[in-house]
């Protein structure tokens, strides 16, 4: 059966510092991959998907970035978070095709 | 205006009551997805459709395709169902990536 892993589950970070937030998937292959952000009292936004290893498509403009290094990696970084960058943030996949979607546990993030 | 909007936005009740959730959707979509959040954050998907009734349990979930609406009942409502519910839809033009556009949800709060 297929897992999603996401890591770490809660994060506090000062302004300014970095982040690398990490999504894997088992038990399938050359799956799509996303990541979501949820602001509190908001609803999720779709950050970046991924088609396939290296192939990484951005929704919106912000100082956040993703790779996709492994066939069932996904990374989520910044160079200095802000304030704004705080929220739920959860990884999801979907097998090619199809219209399910899965979801990761999620990571909190708090920038003080 | 949201492409996908839900009512109530929050919706309090006394256990054993019939809830009832809307979503209203303003594009055309190859599918609709129903999910629950739970206070800890994580996210279960609970249906996925294209047309007509799906029943698990005491939750039913209807579509209406021409009018761009779709309902979540939940029958002998418990206080184990408080919980963010939301909407998401698979837009007809996302052929291959399957991204969804999610409406801002609904929280159930159910009262012994």
């Known amino acids: 059966s297929q897992t999603i892993h996401q890591w770490p589950a809660t994060l506090v970070q000062p302004v300014g510092s970095p982040l690398s937030l990490e999504c894997t998937v088992e038990?399938?292959?050359?799956?799509?991959l996303y990541w979501y952000r949820q602001a509190a009292g908001r609803g999720l936004q779709l950050l970046f998907y991924?088609?396939?290893?290296?192939?990484i498509s951005s929704e919106v403009p912000q100082n956040l970035s993703a790779s996709r290094p492994q066939d069932r990696q996904f990374i989520l970084s910044s160079k200095k978070l802000l304030l704004s960058d705080s929220g739920f943030y959860l990884c999801?996949?979907?097998?090619?095709?199809?219209?399910?979607?899965?979801f990761g546990p999620g990571t909190r993030l708090t920038v003080l | 205006k949201n492409e996908v909007e839900q009512s109530p936005q929050n919706l309090t009740a006394q256990e054993g009551e019939f809830i009832t959730i809307n979503c209203s959707y303003s594009?055309?979509?190859?599918?609709l997805h129903w999910l629950q959040q739970h206070p800890g954050g994580g996210i279960v998907s609970l249906f996925m459709?294209?047309?007509g009734k799906k029943k698990h349990g005491r939750l039913i979930a209807t579509i209406n395709i021409q009018e761009k609406h779709s309902s979540l009942h939940i029958t002998a409502s418990h206080p184990r169902d408080s919980a963010v519910y939301i909407c998401?839809?698979?837009?007809?033009?996302?052929?291959?990536?399957?991204?969804?556009?999610f409406g801002t949800g609904t929280r159930l709060t159910i009262i012994p």
């Open positions: 999801a996949w979907s097998v090619k095709l199809s219209r399910g979607q899965y």
């Open positions: 038990g399938t292959s050359n799956p799509n």
């Open positions: 594009v055309g979509i190859s599918a």
């Open positions: 459709l294209s047309s």
């Open positions: 998401a839809v698979k837009g007809i033009s996302n052929f291959g990536n399957e991204k969804l556009t």
């Open positions: 991924s088609v396939g290893i290296g192939q």
